[in-house]
């Protein structure tokens, strides 16, 4: 174990309200370069919440984030912050349901791409070799994943088991320094959960990802992650290892309700 | 003249001298481009390859394992290992522990060479169990990260030991290779067969290269044919096509990107040749069907309409009589508006000739692909006789017989009508099994087990195998592949098992084609959870029903056949599988297992009045893992003519 290298990330202290409702009350977090780290919880307990904070979507009301040892600025928007390296998907998908999946994962190439748009659509020198360089990387990606043969079906066609893999393909394309995934598994059957969870797995130790994700079927969390955080209402509750998380009984209490209540 | 020469390796040497760097040997489609490799490229990897094998101790007559895909580095490790002096010996890819554990150890392999993970992990079970499996090599490193063992390689790995070894030797290839004489063994294929344990058939040489040479030939094909390498390395078929054949002519391989693609690849590359068995003659016709029915009702009535016309034009054309004017020009335009877009998208218009072989496919299928247009001929062979019997010829051809003899053969019947053979092409024997060996090769003829005749026109002609061929209790002869083939021209129907020996009339078990019975239930409105039910649906029955009725109005046509109609029927609750052992890899039924494992179903079968059966459904998973599932099954009656 290499322990105690810096985080790529640090929440410090995130608080945040929508209305009358304290979403996440001073919830820190740190997600260390090279683990999976999964953040669960129970319906409502800002999971989400702290995804969309982490990748820019909300600002914080209390608290900073700190990426790569710099503290983000307030008011940083989030295209910025995916520029920075922060990719993700989301739990309801958001595809581009007329495009094909190679024109979807493209999509994740764009904070790569340096060549203008009139030089694009010219296809000339140095866009031409630098839109060849993206195509590779995706067909890169599209070899990891294994959808080979959907290559050029839109997206609006695909089951959604298949949706989840493109999204994910795309988060990947952007070749990001930490990945979020917002429940990268709803709603799929045993076999496609075993497919996504080999590839997450694959892409932490393979590709060398970096991967923070919001899962709710225990088994898959238990089995890939390195590290958990629990959230419950808005607080975090209790942050460990799977084995030290399963015998939390705050945790326990959390997920089943007060025993003998 | 040069004398040709006799052993893969160095035809392999002679194919990089004669042909230039432009020319592909083998393609790939990798990262969504199709990737070539010259003949000088494939003879570098092998030798590479070959070179890395022997610094790790390969030696003459050893043994390698191959399993998965087609992939050009599974050829060059068979090339490679055959430089040696080895022996290939291939595997079915999707075949279970117990299968291979069998023909692992049996053929006593010492090194194994695997396509990617899965196939990796199959064979580390197997390295714990044989202690005698030294090496296992590895192509696609995904997933293997995080495996470390001094007997676990990297393809590449060998090579960059070969290129090694090659400097400190720079003889040693050379003599590998002029040590190898034409009559050494150059692979063992092992036959599923349909009882007992798979046997290993071993071929030379000088027969896998004698019987390609006789196949080109034949037809007429060269260097320029361009072929899919889809079907399993195991099967003698895609040795002799995509290896034997590939080498000796020159012609160019291709590789799918992976196995969902191979309908889309081979549309990009058009192969000119095509060498593939009934069941996947059956599943694109199964597609197309799907296809037409979804598609508007004009198309639907315009594929009909052609569809008619075509099959008078073939009829004619296959009887070798003129085609009547208006036929002639009703085929033009149905070509201009069906057959030509059809046959475009399969990815076949460039065939100049197209093989069905290691099962009999059903005349109705056959007609179909040939009223199209596509040259479909029938070949007759086993592997024992690497796969070179007999076969049709361009300008002879006939839907229910496999054409005459192939040049060299010799064919007789016995007087218990089963079809023996001299060829080429016949086996050397089973590795390690004199007993099986005595019993199919005697004094040079190899009893086929098939039961056949020759007709007036000289073809062979198969009817079933021979110990499956019997008699209803009227006396009726009963060839239950016959009507089996007859009902998998239905869309519907996927495989079938007919009973009916020693009985008072036919029965069937029926396996609905899911996709397909599918597709129609949804079309439909009906629901459905799972196969076993779908199966279970009366409009199902009734769907399968009027499958039956066709076949049997077929059958009343015949005199010889009238009473082997099909009377009662039900429909399987799972498909058929090899790894239940149902069926063999290559999709033989195994009658004997079939009729013990199900002997409650067939009772019911021929218990009058009887209209359901329970039945206990084991399933395994491809890991092997079993679950039980209760059933109960319908029994329905057909009419006949």
Redesign the interface.
Known sequence: MNEKKEPILRAENISITFGGLKALDRVSLEINPGEIMAIIGPNGAGKTTMLNIINGFYKPDEGRIIFEGKERPKKMKPNLIAAQGIARTFQNLALFTGMSTLGNIMVGRTMLMHSNIFSQALYWRFSQKEEIEHRAAVERIIDFLQIENIRRTPASMLPYGLRKRVELARALAAEPKLLLLDEPMAGMNLEEKEDIARFVLDANEELGYTIALIEHDMGVVMDICDRIVVLDFGEKIAEGTPDEIKADPKVIKAYLGEAGG | MNELPMTFPKILIHNAERFPPTKAAIREK????WQSYSWQDYLDQTRDFALGLAALGFKKDDKMAIIGDNRPQLYWGMAGCQCLGGVPVPLFQDAIHKELHYIVDHSECKFALAEDQEQTDKFMVLKEEIPRLKYIIYDDP??L??YKHDWLIAFTDVQEMGRKFGKENPEYFMNAVNDLKPDDMSIISYTSGTTGNPKGVMLTHRKIAECSRGFLEWDNLDETENVMAYLPMAWIGDHIFSYGQALTSGFTVNCP??T??TV?DQKEIGPTHIFAPPRIWENILTQIMIKIEDSAWIKRKAFAYFMEVAKRVEKKRIANEPVPLIDNILYKIGDFIVYGPLVDNLGMRKIKVAYTAGEAIGPEIFEFYRSLGINLKQLYGMTESTAYISMQKDGDIDSDSVGPPAPGVEIKISDEGEVLYKSPGNFTGYFKNPEATAETLEDGWLHSGDAGYMTERGHLKIIDRAKDVSKLKDGTMFAPKYIENKLKFSQYIKESVAHGMDRDFVAVFIDIDYGAVANWAERRHIGFTSYTDLAQKPPVYELIKDEILKVNKSLSEDPKLKNSQIKRYLLFHKELNPDDGEITRTRKVRRKFVAEKYGNLIEALYTPDQDSVDMEATFTYEDGRTTTMKANLKVRDVETF
């Open positions: 990798d990262y969504g481009i995904r997933g990260q995080n990107e992976s969902s693609t889309h």
